[in-house]
């Protein structure tokens, strides 16, 4: 079993950056795959990032490529995702995943265990 708890969220203006934090209990992070996702109203809930945990693989949605990177510290059993030139249209609530999968998986489906959400809202 493992428990996540997102953070970071918040108000920021277009071009502005948010780190999001996701913590993990459980004393076998280091084996689960990660990644975020992320839910704007009205809208479907869509893959943004991935790491697995074999090699430390990663994998980003197109609309995110070159501004968010996604991160984690196995020691500190936390996943990050750092963003960067943010647009109003990457408003949404973020939620953080893991899998047992050991390859990075962009379906939500193949995901065994989600946090709870952090709002992030871009201003115009």
């Known amino acids: 079993q493992v428990q996540l708890v997102e953070s970071g969220g918040g108000l920021v203006q277009a071009g502005g950056s948010l780190r999001l934090s996701c913590a993990a209990s459980?004393?076998?992070?280091?084996?689960?795959?990660l990644g975020w996702f992320r839910q704007a109203p009205g809208k479907e809930r869509e893959f943004v990032a991935a790491i697995g945990w074999i090699g430390g693989s990663t994998y980003y949605t197109d609309s995110v490529k070159g501004r968010f990177t996604i991160s984690r510290d196995n020691a500190k059993n936390t996943l990050y995702l750092q963003m960067n030139s943010l647009k109003p249209e990457d408003t949404a609530v973020y939620y953080c995943a893991a899998t047992h999968r050991p390859v990075v998986t962009t379906s939500g489906d193949e995901y065994d265990y989600w946090g709870q959400g952090t709002q992030v809202t871009v201003s115009s």
């Open positions: 459980g004393r076998t992070f280091s084996r689960y795959s």
